[in-house]
């Protein structure tokens, strides 16, 4: 490092130190003019040695409280300034919680939102869920229709057709009919596909009346490749049958 550039930094760290302590310095040259000042005032020139000595105390005195006054003055204002240090720290840490305590808040009422929106979600797509479910099930659903039907001497019949998907453990409920017999017609398929039929067998079960004028009622029961159970409602007078829609057994 050449002679310069060490001049140059002992410049640098004087200023500095002003920079930091010029208040201090400040105080230092003021207490140091009000002495000054106080001596011309208090002490004159002209005082001589001839004088009291109880008056040289006194003057001596009245002139060295004057630095103890206003080191008391610059200590209360350090003070002062310390505690508005104080005071002003204290408003910070009170403007930041208070700062904390409404991004906690805002925190909470987010979260609440989202908990919201996610039980929304959770209860949508449980409804979704069910949807798709029923939706399955249409899916699978067998849906057998009357399809024809004839008549021979000793019977009658007529044809179911399924157009649907395949129906499982296909059989009769709850006949009733005073005049005619109802069976499905043998041997009975363990399944019927889709476009399968299945024939139902119509006998007389009185030998003078035919089966023409036979009334009936039933109930076609079968499951889907999944095993759920329906039913559909037969309702009919000789050959010619209505058929209602499947509803699902509960």
């Not at 003055?73 to 508005?84: C, I, M, R, V, Y």
């Not at 808040?105 to 029923?134: G, M, P, T, Y």
């Not at 709850?174 to 069976?183: A, F, K, L, T, Y």
């Not at 009185?206 to 490749?225: N, P």
Request: aromatic share 10%; glycine share 4%.
């Amino acid at each position: 490092m050449t002679e310069w550039k060490r001049v140059r930094l002992k410049m640098k760290q004087f200023f500095d130190y002003i920079k930091r302590k010029w208040k201090f310095l400040l105080t230092v040259l003021v207490v140091l003019v009000l002495y000054a000042w106080t001596c011309w005032t208090f002490i004159p020139f002209d005082i001589t040695l001839r004088a009291p000595l109880a008056d040289w105390i006194q003057a001596s005195l009245a002139v060295l409280e004057i630095p103890v006054v206003l080191y008391g003055l610059l200590k209360l204002f350090a003070k002062n300034e310390e505690l508005q240090v104080q005071i002003d720290a204290l408003k910070d840490i009170a403007k930041h919680q208070q700062v904390l305590t409404q991004t906690v808040q805002d925190s909470n009422i987010l979260l609440r939102q989202q908990l919201e929106v996610e039980a929304k979600a959770f209860k949508d797509d449980e409804q979704h869920k069910k949807v798709l479910v029923k939706q399955r099930r249409m899916d699978k659903r067998p849906f057998f229709k009357w399809n024809s039907g004839s008549r021979s001497a000793d019977h009658a019949e007529f044809e179911l057709k399924n157009y649907g998907k395949t129906a499982e453990r296909i059989e009769l409920q709850d006949v009733e009919s005073d005049i005619v017999e109802v069976r499905i017609m043998p041997p009975i398929p363990p399944s019927v596909m889709e476009l399968g039929i299945i024939k139902i067998d119509l006998r007389s079960k009185i030998a003078s009346q035919g089966t023409r004028e036979g009334t009936y009622k039933l109930k076609l029961v079968f499951k889907d490749e999944e095993g759920n159970e329906y039913y559909q409602a037969i309702e009919g007078k000789g050959t010619q049958a209505r058929v209602g829609k499947p509803t699902e057994m509960t």
